[in-house]
């Protein structure tokens, strides 16, 4: 009786379902012709923003010149021209940097170069420069940025910016760069952001094609439709619309899109030939969709009903296999399972991995059941902000995963931001202002890999990005690139060679000189380390002493150092040379090592080095830490006659009270005091080296100024009556050799 039942519903279903299908189709044959409509409308929307984009890349292309010029003009109107040292920095950093191959200025009065920039020479004179260069010229000298006519030069077509340079609000000179076209082929000849590539003419007002991205055959045609719809000056009447013309051509009508560029007349042409880009045709597969979307829910309908028992014992072991059972979404395992469906089928997708910072916070604060209820609102709000072949997941406890179909970085970090920043925004949850941040990374497909080794690389990748920004306060976002992967190799070789560079001599004893600003004599030095490796090169201390100061190596090469000095200052005493004090880092992980003053005290002994010629640098960081012990221990230091020092005073926890509260000798000025000189700061700044100096002279407290980079910065040193300077301005630092020929002298000379 069940069956027969069964068998007159299965029936039942059928017509019904045979009925919907034949109402599908008769509505399919009068929607079809409005359809067409819309695609006409749709597609000529389409292919004007294809065109936008162009011109926007375009326009951005000759604002990054301007930029770069003024960059340069700003430095010539802040009468910075007579350091020439500093001229050669910044054109070195321009040339390395910009499209420009020739920079060159000229002065208003004289219509002559003002002076030689590097990369230009006589050609680059005005009366030897091009008319149209010239006329852009001219124009700079009354004011205005300019970009002159495509002109020809050595056989290669040029565009010259040109923007004034001013002194005291009047314009004193037109400073020019130089820029090949084909700085601009890339924009031409380049993919949309939605991966259409169509070919663009690039012309002058009167129709005159400068250069595109089309096969010459096409040019050459195309060249002649664009001169027959003559666009004029129609492109400039609005500039923000796309002018549009259709011509005959061999019998076959062709749509012309202009975009003016608003400069010079140029203007960015697009031919419609029907072939380039596809006909979005949204509508039709939504329309087919829904059919099969109707279809496929009542076939459901039967096998439900008919199997509802069945049914439900599968979901129900699903939901455990295959589901995170607090919020509902998939979990880990069945994410990479679709993923591996995903990627065997297209490669075009990245994976990124979102976590929250410092979850753990909101449990304790808000309680579990509300940090449950934030879980679930962001697997809700994952789910609404993907595609229909994307997917996502939650993972670890506030861990959540996304495969997302995209591979240009920009999109991805647009739409990444736009899920951070309403993740943060489920803070209403709490019904209190609490800061809700996270950080994300991400990986974009890796080439020749396939199937579920792709798959792996993605997601091992974006967890690795996404752990390199995990301190932090603010949304962020990490794409793994090779320049992380080369810092975490990196990273790997420093770690792993570190104990036999050490061992083998490869850290290397620099000095950097200090002098008395009493006199004209060099008093001392501070000791830098360098690493060179055995093949010659150098890794410079920003690389390897953040890893030590995290594996506590730099204990260990602190000590080192002080031994590299001492055994230097022996072979000076045995060649007859007078010694200076020489400084020396310590780092505080030596200050809580029982055995760390006597192991100072057996280097000294050992070369028979007066303790009062080393002075130990500690950092104000390590006052704030725990001031009674480091007092006790710097008492004890004193004791046996070395110099304490506080090194980058000023840089963080700067207290004047740390001045009155250690038993210190030296204090050294942090260089951003004397590197606020020619700013808004520098007034202040100024009044704080000179109160701090005043301070350290009433507790008989020497003081050093480092990032001494000028003669100016001397006097003013003097002035205040700081002890002694450090800087460039003395020397940079140097081999203990070259400082040793230099600078010491023989006993009684």
């Not at 091009?130 to 010229?137: G, S």
């Not at 012309?203 to 666009?231: H, N, P, R, W």
């Not at 991400?442 to 199937?451: D, F, K, R, T």
């Not at 207290?655 to 590197?675: A, C, T, Y």
């Amino acid at each position: 009786m069940e069956e027969k039942n069964l068998r007159k519903k299965v029936i039942k279903y059928t017509v019904v379902l045979a009925l919907i299908s034949a109402v599908i189709i008769g509505c399919s044959a009068i929607v079809v012709v409005a359809v067409r409509k819309a695609e006409e409308r749709s597609y000529t929307a389409y292919v004007d923003s294809l065109v936008n984009e162009y011109r926007l890349r375009f326009e951005e292309r000759m604002a990054s010149a301007f930029e770069t010029l003024q960059l340069m003009g700003e430095l010539m109107e802040d009468g910075l021209l007579s350091k020439e040292s500093i001229v050669t920095d910044q054109i070195q950093n321009l040339s390395e940097n910009s499209s420009f191959f020739k920079l060159s200025y000229y002065d208003i009065r004289s219509e002559e170069q003002l002076f030689q920039l590097p990369g230009s020479d006589p050609e680059y004179e005005f009366s030897n420069r091009p008319e149209e260069a010239q006329e852009a010229i001219r124009r700079a000298w009354e004011g205005e940025m300019a970009v002159s006519q495509v002109y020809e030069q050595d056989g290669v077509q040029v565009i010259t910016y040109v923007i004034p340079v001013y002194q005291e609000n009047e314009v004193q000179g037109a400073l020019a760069g130089v820029q090949e076209l084909s700085q601009f082929y890339d924009i031409i000849g380049g993919e949309t952001t939605s991966g259409d590539r169509i070919n663009i003419f690039w012309t002058e007002s009167d129709g005159t094609v400068l250069t595109t991205s089309a096969e010459e055959s096409a040019a050459e045609y195309g060249a002649a439709m664009i001169e027959e719809a003559d666009f004029g000056s129609d492109a400039e009447q609005d500039r923000e619309k796309i002018a549009r013309k259709t011509v005959r051509w061999d019998g076959e009508p062709y749509t012309l899109y202009c975009a003016s560029v608003g400069t010079n007349g140029w203007n960015l042409i697009y031919i419609d030939n029907g072939k380039d880009i596809h006909s979005p045709i949204y509508q039709m597969i939504i329309l087919v969709t829904c059919a099969f979307a109707i279809l496929f829910l009542a076939c459901i309908t039967v096998i439900i009903y008919t199997y509802k028992n069945t049914k439900k014992d599968n979901r129900q072991i699903r939901s455990l296999a295959e589901q995170d059972q607090l919020t509902g979404i998939a979990n880990l395992s069945k994410f990479q399972q679709e993923a591996d469906k995903l990627l065997a089928q297209d490669r075009n997708y990245c994976i990124a991995v979102i976590n929250f910072r410092h979850f753990q916070y909101i449990n304790d604060i808000f309680g579990m059941d509300q940090a449950d209820e934030l879980l679930v609102e962001t697997a809700k709000l994952l789910e609404t902000s993907i595609h229909e072949n994307e997917r996502c997941c939650r993972g670890k406890t506030d861990q959540f995963y996304l495969l997302l179909a995209e591979t240009k970085q920009a999109a991805i970090r647009s739409r990444l931001q736009k899920i951070l920043d309403q993740i943060s925004g489920l803070t209403a949850i709490f019904h209190k202002n609490y800061p809700i941040t996270l950080y994300c990374g991400a990986s974009v497909e890796q080439e020749g890999i396939e199937g579920e080794e792709l798959r792996k690389k993605l997601l091992f990748h974006a967890e690795f990005a996404m752990k390199m920004i995990k301190n932090g306060h603010e949304n962020d976002i990490a794409f793994y690139d090779q320049k992380m992967h080369e810092e975490k190799q990196i990273g790997l070789m420093i770690e792993s060679s570190m104990q036999e560079a050490l061992d083998t001599g490869e850290f290397r004893l620099y000095l950097q000189a200090k002098k008395d600003l009493r006199g004209e004599k060099i008093s001392g030095a501070e000791a830098l380390v360098r690493w060179i490796r055995k093949d010659g090169t150098m890794i410079y201390p920003d690389r390897f002493i953040p890893v030590f100061e995290k594996n506590g190596f730099c204990a260990q090469l602190d000590l080192h150092m002080v031994e590299l000095v001492c055994q230097m200052q022996r072979k000076w005493l045995d060649m007859g040379k007078e010694i200076v004090p020489i400084s020396v880092n310590q780092s505080k992980l030596l200050f809580y090592q029982e055995d760390y003053i006597e192991r100072l005290c057996e280097i000294t002994d050992r070369y028979g080095i007066s303790r009062k010629y080393i002075v130990l640098e500690i950092l104000e960081g390590l006052a704030a830490e725990n001031l009674d012990d480091l007092n006790h221990t710097i008492f004890r230091l004193k004791e046996l006659g070395f110099q304490i020092s506080m090194d980058d005073f000023g840089s963080g926890y700067s207290s004047l009270n740390i001045l009155s509260s250690l038993e210190i000798d030296e204090v050294k000025l942090d260089r951003e005091f004397l590197l606020a000189m020619g700013t808004a700061r520098e007034k202040k700044q100024k009044a704080m080296m000179r109160n701090v100096v005043q301070i350290a002279k009433d507790f008989k407290i020497r003081t050093v100024a480092e990032g001494v980079e000028t003669e100016e910065n001397e006097h003013f040193l003097q002035e205040i009556n700081c002890d002694y300077g450090q800087g460039y301005y003395y020397s940079r630092p140097i081999p203990a050799a070259e400082f040793e020929e230099r600078f010491l002298k023989e006993k009684g000379a």
